[in-house]
């Protein structure tokens, strides 16, 4: 996992994030990720926790991958039909 340093941060400013974690109930380590993954989460709105998407995200994705409707290849019912068809010959 990749690490970040922030450098310079003010005298005031760590007080204050110190003073978070313990009300937190967290290390500074621990307060630190969970501002860092709700800022990531607020910006980046693809970006879905534990790996999943909603089906906004998807169609979204899938309209960049794919600009243009699939029309070659065949039909789902097509396949449906044929499988359906082969157990209903093997029975």
């Known amino acids: 996992m990749p690490n970040l ?3 310079n941060v003010p005298k005031p400013v760590v007080e204050k994030l110190r003073q978070n974690a313990a009300a937190n109930n967290r290390s500074l380590q621990d307060e630190l990720m969970a501002l860092v993954c709700r800022a ?7 970006q879905v926790e ?5 089906i906004e995200q998807l169609r979204a994705e899938s ?5 243009e409707p699939v ?3 065949p039909l789902a019912v097509d ?3 044929r499988e359906r068809d082969a157990k209903s010959a093997n029975s």
């Open 5 to 7: 340093s922030i450098k």
């Open 40 to 46: 990531a989460k607020e910006s980046a709105p693809t």
């Open 79 to 81: 396949i449906i039909r």
């Open 50 to 54: 534990s790996g999943w998407m909603t």
């Open 71 to 73: 029309t070659t290849g």
């Open 63 to 67: 309209e960049i991958a794919y600009p």
